[in-house]
């Protein structure tokens, strides 16, 4: 255990890039401790699982989706005791530094809303063409399940190679994510971040080329539905499931 006042963001970025990540032993713990996991889970993004009855629910919008537009909130929901989760990792000094990472442009939110009602969504860091998922929650059925989706989506046309999960759950499973060892993990990270044979320790530099967060809020649907071009325009559930193509 680390004791930490603070996180500063260059210490996670460097420390991300290195396939480590930082946990908190609950909610309340003053310190925290870094984990690199010897099996890897992670979600490929040409493997996404939607089944039929998600892909109906995501084309129908009965959820509206954002991004970047609550990230605050979304780390709070994610840091909140539920019933099937007493307590968290997620410590003042992680979510002060995400915080401060989201300021900076590398951690990003995704919002399901349910009305005006915040009913799940996720959180995660942004590296080169890596994205490191941190927590998902729900608060109505299958809010996660449309979050991961959006994500997926977002990470596709942006350009991304790797979706980190961290650690399997059968949540995870279900929707196509698998585990590696750390070996593998390591060659795919380094790949996503254009490091090739260079150190880790310069991912940090190329966090501002290569992968592109923002690329799916400049798609617009074309006449027949399909989304195209480059004009900003909200896309609907429908483009969502089109951009995933006929998973299962």
Avoid at 65 to 75: H, S, Y
Avoid at 84 to 90: A, E, F, G, L
Avoid at 132 to 147: L, Y
Wanted: glycine share 10%; aromatic share 8%.
């Amino acid at each position: 255990m680390v004791q930490v006042q603070e996180l500063e963001p260059e210490t996670l970025l460097q420390a991300y890039a290195l396939g480590i990540f930082p946990m908190a032993d609950h909610r309340d713990a003053d310190g925290i401790y870094w984990v690199e996991p010897k099996q890897r889970g992670v979600m490929p993004l040409d493997g996404l699982h939607v089944s039929r009855s998600l892909r109906k629910l995501i084309a129908r919008d009965r959820y509206r989706v954002t991004a970047d537009t609550a990230f605050a909130d979304i780390l709070a929901l994610c840091a909140e005791s539920a019933a099937d989760r007493p307590d968290t990792w997620i410590n003042g000094s992680i979510e002060r530094a995400f915080v401060r990472l989201h300021e900076l442009g590398f951690a990003h939110s995704i919002e399901v809303w349910d009305g005006e009602h915040l009913a799940g969504g996720l959180y995660g860091l942004a590296l080169g063409g890596a994205f490191f998922g941190e927590s998902m929650v729900s608060r109505a059925p299958s809010a996660s399940r449309v979050a991961l989706a959006w994500l997926v989506a977002r990470l596709r046309v942006g350009g991304y190679r790797l979706l980190d999960c961290q650690f399997q759950t059968d949540h995870l499973a279900s929707m196509g994510a698998v585990e590696i060892p750390r070996a593998r993990y390591s060659v795919l990270l380094a790949n996503a971040l254009g490091l090739g044979d260079a150190s880790p320790a310069l991912a940090a530099s190329t966090a501002a080329v290569g992968a592109d967060f923002g690329a799916l809020d400049r798609l617009t649907p074309a006449a027949d539905g399909a989304p195209a071009g480059t004009v900003s325009g909200p896309l609907s559930g429908k483009d969502i499931v089109q951009l995933l193509g006929h998973t299962s």
